[in-house]
């Protein structure tokens, strides 16, 4: 009924659930061809996701990474 050649609604937009402010959607990524992978979309890294794993890459050991934290210098963990 006049929409002969357009994508449908479902293959347009996606949804996918962000662990802080819920459900989320979205234009899927445009043009699709097919060697494009389906791959989940997940939300970035929230403040500090990382924070951890950062500083031990950078060479800080466990107990001064430990104590950065306690002082406020540096956020470690998802925060809500």
């Known amino acids: 009924k006049g929409t002969a050649g357009w994508p449908a609604v479902d293959e347009t937009l996606i949804e996918y ?3 802080l402010i819920g459900p989320i959607r979205q234009p899927r990524a445009i043009p699709q061809f097919p060697s494009m992978s389906s791959a989940e979309l997940v939300p970035a890294p929230g403040l500090g996701d990382d924070s951890k794993e950062i500083l031990s890459e950078l060479g800080l050991d466990g ?5 950065l934290i306690a002082n406020g210098t540096v956020v470690a963990g998802r925060t809500t």
């Open 17 to 19: 659930d962000h662990p």
């Open 63 to 67: 107990s001064t990474i430990d104590e």
